[in-house]
């Protein structure tokens, strides 16, 4: 029995030992005496918001130096808009540093959201973004074939030098675009990028030495396309060109 006693004794008394290492480790003390006081980012930041970097990361300093939990802190860090990656580590004796890559700005998506170039959707409320992003639109499920359709497009219009304002797939999969000089593009769902090309190549030559430029037009058809046109101001949208009526045969289903 005395065996017994002398082994619970010696089990208690390392345990006694490794006690207030477990809680320095832990956090419970030492926060105090190795308090956590600079944040250090390593990195260039342009788009993650210093602020909310820094509210991220207070709690997880607030464990003090021996007690941070450096993994917690980089997973949260990851989680913010426009981080791709982060590492998190400590040097001593207070020092909390963070080096950030970031994942830019694309786009924005519908009404409330916003798009990043790793194809991360967030809440656009709260959250700094450039003015000028382009706009899409569609099922989230969809976002690589909408951005892929508009990196398509957007090759294709600016060598006519007319940028793409928006870009949207609706839920049957049809896609329609809005150019920056007001008009609106009808590409459907087959074919998209081929028929967007052969607009292309045919644009110059619609618009040149016209007053107006396109105000709508539908590329659904087998043999060519519908189109209007943008009338004087006050005045009604002029109908589509003989020409083009003319080439018309079967029209895609929306």
């Known amino acids: 029995m005395n065996w017994l006693l002398r082994i619970a004794a010696v089990i208690l008394a390392l345990a006694l030992l490794a006690a207030p290492a477990v809680a320095v480790r832990m956090g419970v003390i030492g926060a105090d ?67 950030i890559t970031e994942d830019p700005p694309l786009a924005r998506w519908g009404d409330d959201r ?46 006519i030098r007319v940028p793409i304002e928006k870009v949207q797939m609706s839920d049957r999969g049809s896609f329609t675009l809005d150019l920056v000089n007001g008009t609106h593009v009808i590409a459907g769902r087959n074919e998209a990028r081929a028929r967007l090309s052969r607009f292309v190549t045919i644009y110059p030559q619609l618009v040149s030495g016209s007053k107006a430029l396109p ?36 029209k895609e289903s929306q």
């Not at 993994?71 to 982060?86: I, T």
């Open 33 to 99: 005496r190795w308090p956590i006081q600079k944040l250090r980012v390593t990195s260039k930041m342009q788009y993650v918001d210093a602020a909310q970097l820094r509210k991220t990361l207070a709690p997880f300093a607030a464990q003090g130096f021996f007690g941070v939990d450096l993994d917690g802190a980089q997973s949260q860090v990851e989680r913010l808009p426009w981080v791709e990656r982060a590492e998190v580590r400590k040097k001593w004796p207070n020092v909390l540093e963070v080096a």
């Open 114 to 159: 916003l798009l990043s170039r790793s194809l991360k959707l967030f809440p656009r409320k709260g959250i700094r973004f450039p003015a000028n992003l382009p706009q899409m639109d569609g099922n989230p499920l969809d976002v690589r074939k909408v951005v892929d359709l508009y990196n398509a497009s957007n090759e294709l219009f600016g060598r």
């Open 215 to 250: 105000r709508t037009v539908d590329l659904r058809y087998t043999n060519g396309f519908a189109m209007s046109w943008m009338a004087p101001t006050g005045a009604s949208a002029l109908p589509a060109t003989a020409a083009t009526a003319a080439a018309i045969a079967t």
